[in-house]
């Protein structure tokens, strides 16, 4: 019960890739690059389990970028045919790969990073894919040219990487889909159905993360133009309630989304974000637990996980490891007044 998991990334040592840096380029040379991000991921690992994190991660310690660390080996998508566009809806300019022709995983991407992980850590595990519709938001097209089309070839293609990862023993597989807050009439329209095609045949179980971002200037400035309510989880969580997927994560500390939009959720696995990733304040354990506390209004405390807001790569490695302390003390807080009440 609270069980208290991360949305998947953290920090990366100074030494693997430059601190508090999105896209930040390996410091390692290639000859050495795979050994320092598995030595990475042990210290994921070893922080996440030193806090008291029930479901872990491997920090996604291997990745650059949670979309192009999987793109980089899709056949079709062209990394030397970059080029400048803006995403989620123009919030910011990024330099991202071209489809040039049709897609084809030549073998399986994570498969490696989640075996190293399993061998390291006997608590639950958790690997974090980029969504259908966030991938499509996040390269450019020359060859399909349709973005639903798109995206039910990418669901087809992260279903097979699912299902290598699963038998890997995965015990959670997380699709990131902060698409899901910008474009919600195509989650209505195509976004629900790629998701179902990408997590088809699965046993374990499924997430999807839907944000308003990583802690970075673009997307606090996006924020301070919602309003006094952010109300986008309102047309997405009763798609997401009627869906196949098991577990709904979301923004909660410091935000603006009404909480009773929790209730549209009834039946499904919440994951409530109850630390910050836009702010080096560390977050005292009264804090997560007053979040949890108000969550449980709408979410009853057998499907209420805490958890982070976004990933937590642009934050200090220090300012992170506190905040996993914070979020590990805290659900164990509400756990023991729950204890006390049975």
């Known amino acids: 019960m609270l069980d208290t998991t991360i949305t998947g990334s953290l920090p990366k040592p100074a030494w693997l890739a430059a601190p508090e840096t999105l896209w930040a380029p390996w410091r390692l040379p290639s000859e050495t690059l795979a050994e320092g991000q598995r030595d990475a991921?042990?210290?994921?690992?070893?922080?996440?389990?030193?806090?008291?994190?029930?479901?872990?991660?491997?920090?996604?310690?291997?990745?650059?970028?949670f979309v192009h660390g999987f793109l980089a080996r899709i056949?079709?998508?062209?990394?030397a045919r970059r080029v400048t566009i803006g995403i989620r809806a123009d919030r910011y300019k990024a330099e991202v790969p071209t489809v040039t022709g049709p897609l084809r995983r030549r073998e399986p991407v994570h498969l490696d990073e989640v075996r190293w992980a399993r061998a390291h850590t006997e608590r639950r595990l958790k690997f974090t894919l980029p969504g259908p519709m966030?991938?499509?938001?996040?390269?450019?097209?020359?060859?399909?040219?349709?973005?639903?089309?798109?995206?039910?070839?990418?669901?087809?293609?992260?279903?097979?990487e699912m299902r290598d990862l699963e038998a890997a023993g995965l015990d959670v597989v997380q699709l990131d889909e902060p698409a899901f807050n910008v474009y919600m009439d195509d989650v209505a329209a195509w976004g629900i159905e790629a998701l179902h095609r990408a997590v088809d045949g699965l046993r374990c179980t499924t997430a999807v993360h839907i944000c308003y971002g990583y802690g970075i200037k673009a997307n606090v400035d996006w924020k301070r133009t919602l309003g006094s309510e952010w109300r986008q989880y309102e047309q997405t969580f009763p798609l997401l309630a009627n869906s196949r997927i098991d577990q709904i994560s979301l923004e909660c500390r410091n935000s603006r989304v009404p909480l009773e939009l929790l209730d549209l959720l009834r039946g499904k696995d919440v994951l409530v974000g109850c630390i910050d990733v836009a702010t080096h304040d560390v977050e005292g354990a009264e804090d997560v637990a007053a979040t949890i506390r108000a969550a449980m209004k709408y979410v009853p405390p057998e499907r209420l996980f805490p958890c982070t807001n976004c990933g937590m790569v642009p934050l200090p490695r220090e300012v992170a490891r506190r905040k996993l302390l914070a979020l590990g003390a805290g659900a164990r807080l509400v756990r023991r007044e729950l204890q006390g009440h049975e």
């Open 134 to 160: 966030t991938i499509v938001d996040t390269l450019a097209d020359e060859y399909f040219r349709d973005r639903r089309a798109l995206a039910m070839e990418f669901a087809r293609v992260l279903n097979e």
């Open 75 to 79: 056949d079709g998508v062209d990394f």
């Open 41 to 65: 991921v042990l210290i994921a690992l070893e922080l996440q389990e030193a806090a008291g994190i029930d479901i872990v991660t491997d920090g996604e310690q291997s990745r650059q970028h």
